[in-house]
């Protein structure tokens, strides 16, 4: 379901501690109930399907998975369902290789895998956002190919920048609301949703507090502790996550009240699809480095902008999908992403940003020279790293950190 | 010698060389439209252009223009200086080499002429919504994106609502551009005009459902041109009434496309351009004709949902609805179709790595079609214009022994 490499910093947290300067013992800021929840956030990552089967037998919820982050959980959790986000396989691709050719992407290959392979037939649902040319060829091969469960595709628009594209994505939502309750057999009121968007808006809101205590006090919150809370709260049960992450938030704020932020870290933006390969934080830490901010579908994509309260709750979902930090895939303007990532660099003080590009991701790769070229005008150095499964090894990867950091 | 070659002239396809000039007289054209006070739009191939010609604006296929730069071997070089810019080698071949010859005015015709405006449908994919962001801020222009609801298994009412409401914007995008008001009764002919040249278009491919075939997909390859870059003018009706006639005569002829056909095959996905030669004279030796593609057939495929007499109306659906823009099951069944109407002996597929809409789901495809319709499949692994995705021999071999396959099936 994640990168293939286990990362050993989750395992052993207390190794991170040694390379935060602040000559304070750190355990990245956990403590008491906090280190327990950590400890719940990794087992789920680690042993996702067995978290769910288990959540599934105690709570006799429907399970539905997705694949983008532009998927409206908010309609899923209103259905008395649990959304769960798909992010590749763990395991060797062999199956998923009679179906989709070498050069799709190891992500859609990895969720096809998973399919196939029967690992996920615990699942009551699959949701299949319109995204890129591969996931929607995923969602085609997966209705034909995958035995168990419900599929759906929820054809978004492309373009989000004018009225007619605003008024369909509520079109296609409310369309949306009505497939998933044909599919589970309920029927979703406004007050489901209203108390839905309530859950999703306190989990965004949290999962900011922390990203925002995290860019103040990068040594108090390690990058791999941060990806395995926001990977974490893709799969919970997100009325627990809600009360959990906010107990967190209040827990890291009053940890960093007495804390003076660590000048000597060089800051640094991370940028592209998703991250697989949480080994890489460690790696840009030890090396003098500190992730601030990203711009990821599985981290900042998915939590900025909140859900506004109004009577029409499935409208004020599209107005968040229109409003939210875009995707490559999707058009908000041409200039929409960089100067939301010169933004990022800005207001959060970094000094360099690394590109983490998908191999075979079209909307990524086309972004990345215009980007660029952005980012080079304003004279911030940039580090691309493509991402290829298996990652390079990590002596290649330590250098190529160290390399850049030194330059930033 | 002398017998090969009145052989090869009989064969010859003799409308050919109008198709060439009337060619090279739009491209002068649309070189000249600065000079002449005309407009250039640059439009995706699956885009809807008669709303361009009825406002009298030029419009110009950077894919077209792809299929040209793959067909004279200049594809490897552009997209090397594309990958110099910054583009990944595994972005789509005819994106990296549009996008570097725009820099450069490069190419078999020394680049396009500059564009006004951009049109962008993306009916055939999602790549060309970055690559017209990229043209759109290189050119710095403005850029009209025409989204189409990708069908997996329906047309629903809330993409139909959505595709009619932007065919207004975009005729209001182009009365903005050009600075004056659509003629509706224009628009109406350009739309009968359109719908006309496709069923034309869709007859001259249906001549080879004829035994022995008068023309190959490789031919199709060639007289496209004209129903992606003019649909809509009368000189497309005229040409491919032609072509046609050309065509009917070659039938009651008993002239093939190839000296001895055997075997008659189906084609998937775009054209090798850099190997289109090399490949037709390689299934020629085996006697095998490929007598159609899924390709040509997308500029006339969506026809049974335009109303002749409400083409705008009716273009929401019809754009909708192509090809490359439904469910890899509605594809399959429509190859399995076109294996009875052609009744082909086998299928091969090219495996495109420029083209994930066309290639991902291929292997489903072949999957179906080899269960319901029991004939070889060939899957090839190539690129339709970055040459280094093609290894010579290998394919040759492959061709070698699927066409084994197909002649041993024949004899039994």
């Not at chain 1, 406004?190 to 900011?208: C, E, F, P, V, Y």
């Not at chain 2, 690559?131 to 329906?154: G, K, M, S």
């Not at chain 2, 003018?233 to 000296?259: C, F, N, S, V």
């Not at chain 2, 991902?360 to 692994?381: A, H, S, T, W, Y």
Request: with cysteine; hydrophobic share 40%; glycine share 6%.
């Amino acid at each position: 379901m994640f990168g293939k490499r286990r990362n050993i910093a989750l395992l052993i947290p207390n190794m991170l501690a040694c390379v935060h300067k602040t000559g304070k013992p750190q355990i990245s800021g956990w403590e008491g109930n906090a280190m327990d929840t950590m400890t719940e956030f990794r087992e789920v990552v680690d042993q996702p399907y067995a978290y769910l089967q288990k959540l599934k037998g105690q709570t006799g919820k429907k399970m539905v998975g997705y694949v983008c982050s532009y998927t409206p959980e908010e309609i899923l959790l209103a259905a008395g369902a649990h959304p769960v986000r798909f992010f590749g396989t763990k395991e060797q691709i062999h199956l998923a290789d009679s179906h989709l050719q070498s050069y799709s992407c190891s992500i859609v290959r990895g969720v096809l895998e998973e399919g196939l392979s029967g690992r996920i037939g615990f699942l009551d649902g699959m949701i299949f956002p319109h995204t890129c040319d591969s996931i929607q060829r995923l969602s085609d091969i997966w209705r034909m190919n995958i035995p168990f469960g419900f599929h759906l595709d929820l054809v978004l628009p492309v373009k989000l920048n004018t009225s007619s594209a605003r008024d369909y994505m509520t079109d296609v939502l409310r369309k949306f609301q009505n497939d998933v309750g044909r599919a589970l057999g309920v029927n979703i009121t406004d007050d489901d949703l209203q108390k839905a968007i309530g859950t999703m808006n306190a989990i965004r809101q949290s999962i900011r507090d922390l990203y925002e205590i995290r860019s103040q006090y990068p040594h108090l919150l390690s990058g791999a502790d941060l990806y395995t809370l926001v990977r974490a709260s893709m799969m919970m049960d997100r009325e627990r996550l809600a009360g959990m992450l906010a107990e967190t938030a209040v827990k890291m704020k009053a940890k960093a009240a007495g804390e003076k932020p660590d000048a000597s870290l060089k800051r640094i933006i991370l940028v592209g699809g998703m991250c697989n390969h949480p080994d890489i934080y460690p790696l840009i830490e030890k090396a003098g480095g500190a992730v601030v901010w990203d711009d990821f579908c599985t981290g900042a994509r998915y939590f900025t902008e909140l859900v506004a309260g109004g009577d029409d709750p499935v409208a004020g979902i599209a107005e968040r999908l229109i409003r939210r930090v875009v995707c490559p895939a999707k058009h908000a303007g041409l200039d929409r992403r960089a100067k939301h990532i010169l933004r990022l660099v800005r207001e959060h003080n970094a000094r360099g940003v690394i590109f983490l590009l998908f191999k075979f991701c079209d909307p990524h790769a086309f972004d990345y020279p215009d980007i660029r070229k952005s980012m080079d005008e304003a004279g911030i150095p940039v580090l691309l790293l493509e991402m290829e499964d298996p990652l390079p090894g990590e002596g290649q990867l330590k250098t190529r950190f160290e390399a850049f950091l030194e330059m930033v | 010698m002398s017998e090969v070659n009145s052989d090869k002239e009989k064969r010859k396809i003799k409308s050919e060389k109008k198709m060439r000039d009337i060619m090279t007289a739009y491209y002068i054209d649309a070189k000249m439209a600065r000079q002449n006070n005309k407009k250039v739009a640059w439009i995706t191939s699956g885009g809807p252009v008669e709303p361009l010609i009825a406002m009298d604006v030029i419009p110009v296929y950077p894919e077209n223009h792809g299929a040209m730069i793959g067909a004279s071997k200049m594809g490897v070089d552009l997209c090397e200086k594309a990958e110099s810019m910054g583009y990944s080698n595994d972005l789509c071949s005819y994106a990296r080499s549009d996008i570097s010859c725009a820099t450069v005015n490069g190419g078999p015709i020394g680049g396009l002429p500059e564009p006004d405006m951009l049109v962008c449908c993306n009916n055939i994919c999602g790549t060309v919504l970055k690559w017209y962001e990229v043209q759109a801020r290189y050119f710095n222009i403005p850029l009209f994106i025409f989204d189409t609801p990708f069908c997996h298994t329906e047309y629903t009412k809330e993409a139909k609502r959505y595709v009619e409401r932007q065919i207004e914007e975009y005729v209001a995008f182009l009365e903005g551009a050009c600075g004056r008001k659509m003629d509706q009764d224009r628009m109406k002919d350009v739309g009968r005009i359109s719908f006309e040249g496709q069923k034309l278009w869709q007859e001259v491919l249906d001549t080879a459902v004829h035994k022995p075939s008068p023309m190959t997909a490789f031919d199709a390859f060639f007289h496209l041109a004209l129903i992606v870059t003019l649909r809509g003018t009368q000189q497309t009706i005229d040409y491919y009434q032609g072509l046609l006639a050309e065509m009917k005569d070659r039938i009651h002829a008993g002239i093939g496309a190839i000296p001895r056909e055997q075997y008659r095959l189906l084609w998937d996905n775009l054209p090798i351009w850099y190997r289109m030669k090399w490949l037709s004279q390689k299934f020629a030796e085996h006697d095998a004709c490929l007598v159609a593609d899924t390709y040509t057939s997308a500029w006339c495929g969506a026809m049974k949902y335009i109303d002749e007499n409400k083409f705008l109306d009716s273009m929401a659906e019809a754009y909708s609805r192509i090809y490359l823009n439904i469910g890899v099951d509605e594809m399959a069944k429509m190859v399995i179709a076109m294996i009875d109407k052609y009744q082909v002996d086998g299928f091969v597929l090219h495996s495109n790595r420029s083209c994930k809409p066309y290639s991902l789901g291929q292997f489903d495809i072949q999957r179906i079609v080899e269960k319901e319709r029991n004939i070889p499949c060939l899957m090839i692994e190539a690129d339709m214009v970055d040459e280094r995705s093609f290894s010579e021999s290998q394919v040759s071999t492959r061709i070698d022994a699927f066409m084994e396959i197909i002649k041993d099936r024949k004899r039994t």
